[in-house]
């Protein structure tokens, strides 16, 4: 007997909801869980997000240990190495192989002098990635007058939820797009915010898609670090479903960059250099 008046959890109403889990695609894995509404459970054959441990080697060193989606791995690989500067576009990249297990990958640069970090790196998801890129206002602020407007803002954001495949299966993970005043260029999903981003960039060197005075848009928190892959790319403008952190505004005001957050459909937060949204700043 209870005393709150509620039925006991044992003697609720059970019911069964199976999904085709054969259909998840590489990314996600099937899972069972029990979901609980009102007095109801359901047994749901579900799936979660796949995560795993990837080790990148550069000229036959180690280079870092990713924690990220299986998938998109040698957009990752180009990605995060142009990034953290190590090349400075894909023809440096001679070779990227991975092993079967997906847990390893293999670059060649198309030159020998590439020197390792003294220490190895540990980047992954929603903690925040960890580079030894140090971020600050040395670095110059972006050369660009590109502009647009707050409706393609909007529009791009709208467009970023159709290439949330991953999410709209499973949920658990971050989508990041490059675009336009156009419309989408690339996409890319994993479970790290910073490595989503890492995949686009990667996506757009391999494809020779320019990213200078293109727009980054991201499902996550907008992190400095974040921040600063949007400046090595060129990219004046930085849009968030989500906020971006007090030393992201900072480095955003130094770097020429805008940068919107919280954008639903009829609303958004300007933080920074509101002239490149024709607003007044």
Known sequence: ?????????AS???TRTVTNIKTYDKGAKPYTYQVIEGDTITSVAGGVIDERLVTLYVNGEELATVMCSPIQLEALAVGFLFNERVIESYADIGHVQQNVAGTVIDILLT??????PRRMI?????GGGVTWQQLSQSHPALESDFTTRPDIITQRMHELKGEARLYNLVRGI??????????????????GRHNAVDKVAGQALIQQ?????????????ISSEMLGKAHRMGIPIVV??????SITLQ?????????????RRGSMRVYTHPYRLGLID
């Not at 030159?111 to 390792?116: A, G, L, V």
């Not at 540990?122 to 929603?126: H, K, N, P």
């Not at 898609?209 to 928190?221: F, H, K």
């Open 122 to 126: 540990l980047t992954s998801g929603c």
């Open 12 to 14: 609720v109403r059970k």
């Open 111 to 116: 030159h020998s002098d590439f020197n390792p």
């Open 209 to 221: 898609i320019p990213t200078t005075d293109c727009i980054l848009l991201t499902s996550g928190r």
């Open 240 to 245: 968030s479903r989500t906020a971006p952190t």
């Open 174 to 191: 971050h989508t990041a797009v490059l675009g336009d005043t156009s419309g989408l260029l690339v996409s890319a999903e994993d479970v």
């Open 251 to 263: 480095l955003a005001e130094a770097w020429n960059i805008c940068v919107v957050g919280y954008v």
């Open 1 to 9: 007997m209870t005393t709150s008046g509620r039925k006991p959890v």
